[in-house]
């Protein structure tokens, strides 16, 4: 109780603490528990309460809460409503509501399997215009009504603002699907292109050497070697413009099926060198949740 009452952090409460103290807060502000006024948020490490629609507008009810806009302005790329709420008794209180004009440009990047943003900032399409305009004006009614009931609580509209995206749990991986279309059909030949591309350049290939099994690379604190054999084969470019290779491999210690990356020069010019039937070792760390590739050492060929 100590947590909730000091440092606001729900997430001490068992659930049914949780609930009692929801019809609490209900109580105490005269509202309808049953309408869900309120919702929980993960904020920086706490569980929290946000205000919902239902919950700003029963109190307006309640308290007689009338609301004017008073202000609409735009301010360079923000626009700027200013809402001014007035109760029965006489109180006035103002709250600003602001959103931006503009988007940042984001593209799909294949290496992190998600959209990443460019660094460019693009105007509001007019649909987008629209929506933000009256999105303005409910954040700042919504605003100014938590204010003057003397709620101090974060409303919905402002959740866009912050990243509220659940944080991974440890030990979770994320694996990247392979692009449609290119499968390990064309990884021999891509292998024989690559290498006729680097003799062009007067580079000669590295030769994998055979190992015995006391020479075989061990695992360290920040990578693993395990014995694959290759499955599928896909390259590509990222949006910042770095060559990558996906691997779908088979364990051949586990029976999995795994998917793995490689993109730095080294990694990249040993994965090409890799046939269809080799038994290849592997050494990867895991970065990001991803398996990136840091060496390859050929075996023999697959039985």
Do not use: W
């Not at 952090?9 to 103290?21: F, S």
């Not at 629209?130 to 999105?135: G, L, P």
């Not at 996906?246 to 060198?273: C, F, Y």
């Not at 990136?292 to 075996?299: L, P």
């Amino acid at each position: 109780m100590e947590k909730v009452v000091v440092q606001g952090n729900l997430d001490a409460l068992k659930p049914q603490e949780r609930l009692e103290y929801y019809s609490k807060i209900c109580e105490s502000l005269g509202l309808n528990p049953l309408t869900r006024p309120f919702e929980y948020l993960n904020l920086d490490g706490k569980l929290v309460l946000y205000a919902k629609r239902d919950a700003t507008d029963q109190l307006r009810k309640i308290h007689s809460i009338s609301i004017a806009i008073t202000n609409r302005e735009r301010i360079g790329d923000v626009y700027c409503v200013t809402a001014k709420a007035t109760t029965s008794d006489g109180r006035c209180d103002e709250s600003v509501g602001a959103v931006p004009l503009i988007k940042e440009e984001k593209i799909f990047d294949e290496l992190r399997h998600k959209k990443v943003s460019t660094g460019r900032m693009l105007p509001l399409t007019p649909d987008e215009f629209a929506v933000a305009v009256m999105k303005c004006e409910t954040k700042a009614k919504r605003r100014v009504t938590l204010s003057i009931a003397g709620l101090g609580m974060m409303d919905e509209s402002e959740l866009d603002v912050i990243d509220v995206t659940p944080t991974p749990e440890a030990g979770t991986e994320s694996s990247p699907t392979l692009p449609a279309g290119n499968s390990s059909s064309v990884k021999q030949q891509s292998s024989q292109d690559s290498k006729q591309q680097r003799q062009g350049r007067g580079e000669v290939p590295k030769q994998t050497q055979q190992r015995t099994p006391s020479e075989q690379p061990q695992g360290t604190s920040n990578g693993t070697s395990q014995g694959y054999r290759l499955l599928d084969f896909a390259t590509g470019t990222s949006p910042g413009g770095v060559t990558f290779a996906k691997m779908k491999v088979n364990n051949l210690a586990t029976g999995e099926e795994e998917v793995l990356i490689a993109r730095s020069p080294e990694a990249l010019e040993q994965v090409n060198d890799i046939q269809n039937d080799s038994v290849f070792e592997l050494t990867v760390e895991i970065e990001n949740g991803f398996k990136i590739v840091k060496s390859v050492h050929i075996i023999g060929n697959a039985a």
